[in-house]
Nanobody, 127 residues
């Protein structure tokens, strides 16, 4: 079936690192841009990072710029998010999502531009 499966979340101390993965099944992964979103209780879902079909065309929310790196492997059909210098405010469920087209810019942070979502993986940053 057509789906995205996020993994790699867990409990980490402030200043620590995690690497999230998102595996794609049932569609041509290399034909779609992708994003990571996150959702904390009471905050709603917010956009974190975007990547076009081919690197290095990436975009980041200001609150993760310089700390997170998005990447993809179009042979393995996988999306990644490397997170460093994690802060308690990074605590959230992280979702991978499929953009409607191979490339994008101005609307990459809009939820309605994505037509497939992973189940989410919990990231907790706490000492």
């Amino acid at each position: 079936e057509v789906q995205l499966q996020a993994s790699g979340g867990g409990l980490v101390q402030p200043g620590g690192s995690l690497r999230l993965s998102c595996a794609a099944y049932g569609f041509s992964f290399g034909s779609y841009a992708m994003s990571w979103f996150r959702e904390a209780p009471g905050k709603g879902r917010e956009w974190v990072s975007f990547i076009n079909v081919h690197e290095p065309y990436t975009f980041y929310a200001d609150f993760v710029k310089g700390r997170f790196t998005i990447s993809r492997d179009n042979v393995k059909d996988e999306l990644y998010l490397e997170m460093h210098d994690l802060k308690p405010e990074d605590t959230a469920v992280y979702f991978c999502a499929r953009y409607r087209y191979p490339n994008g810019a101005s609307l990459v942070g809009s939820l309605d531009q994505y037509n497939l979502w992973g189940q989410g993986t919990q990231v907790t940053v706490s000492s």
